[in-house]
T-cell receptor, first 114, second 115 residues
Framework: GNSVTQMEGPVTLSEEAFLTINCTYT??????LFWYVQYPGEGLQLLLK?????DKGSNKGFEATYRKETTSFHLEKGSVQVSDSAVYFC?????????????FGSGTQLTVLP | DSGVTQTPKHLITATGQRVTLRCSPR?????VYWYQQSLDQGLQFLIQ???????AKGNILERFSAQQFPDLHSELNLSSLELGDSALYFC??????????????FGEGSRLTVL
């Protein structure tokens, strides 16, 4: 079935360091892919998305490119800030129409130190 | 603010008890999803409703049930509670139409502690 595998955390970086969080997926066809972020004490919120192969999603300095050749959707940011400390979830959408649902990876905890 | 409201935010109860978690979706969203987040299991999909009807079922225990009412709010009922049911329960909503790409809007969660 469809699934998402994320790199295990936790990840600790210094401010202004480069960030990569790996995500690979297994799916039939070409599902839409997402990165969600969960800040401490809050619910998940959409960070970025890509709906077809070779699409690049971007938001708040974060980027991820939908690579069908490697079935990957790695999250990157060139210079992280303390405020980026959060848990990041990769996800793909399954189903269609009103039965659509998201399948999430296990999440990666990021801590950015000043 | 996502527009999704969950109550209560925190709940402490004892084993064997029953609780009800409530969710109000974003205005206009027809679909409601329930997820359980625990340290060892990650984020697990429980169940989805669309316009009052069950649409998809995930890893939901038989002790758990849910429903979506005509005003589109949803309730998740957890009964015969066990210690392992302690977790953060999230509700999410979406438009869930054919043009929708699958983005979900999450509430802040209800933290259940079973003692």
């Amino acid at each position: 079935g469809n699934s998402v595998t994320q790199m295990e955390g936790p990840v600790t970086l210094s401010e202004e360091a480069f960030l990569t969080i790996n995500c690979t997926y297994t799916a039939t066809g070409y599902p839409s892919l997402f990165w969600y972020v969960q800040y401490p004490g809050e619910g998940l919120q959409l960070l970025l998305k890509a709906t077809k192969a070779d699409d690049k999603g971007s938001n708040k300095g974060f980027e991820a490119t939908y690579r069908k050749e490697t079935t990957s959707f790695h999250l990157e940011k060139g210079s992280v800030q303390v405020s980026d400390s959060a848990v990041y979830f990769c996800a793909l959408v399954r189903g269609a129409g009103s039965a659509r649902q998201l399948t999430f990876g296990s999440g990666t905890q990021l801590t950015v130190l000043p | 603010d996502s527009g999704v409201t969950q109550t209560p935010k925190h709940l402490i109860t004892a084993t064997g008890q029953r609780v009800t978690l409530r969710c109000s979706p974003r205005s206009g969203d027809l679909s409601v999803y329930w997820y359980q987040q625990s340290l060892d299991q990650g984020l697990q999909f429980l169940i989805q409703y669309y316009n009052g009807e069950e649409r998809a079922k995930g890893n939901i225990l038989e002790r758990f049930s849910a429903q979506q009412f005509p005003d589109l709010h949803s309730e998740l009922n957890l009964s015969s509670l066990e210690l392992g049911d302690s977790a953060l329960y999230f509700c999410a909503s979406s438009v869930a139409t054919g043009a929708d790409t699958g983005e979900l809007f999450f509430g802040e969660g209800s933290r259940l502690t079973v003692l």
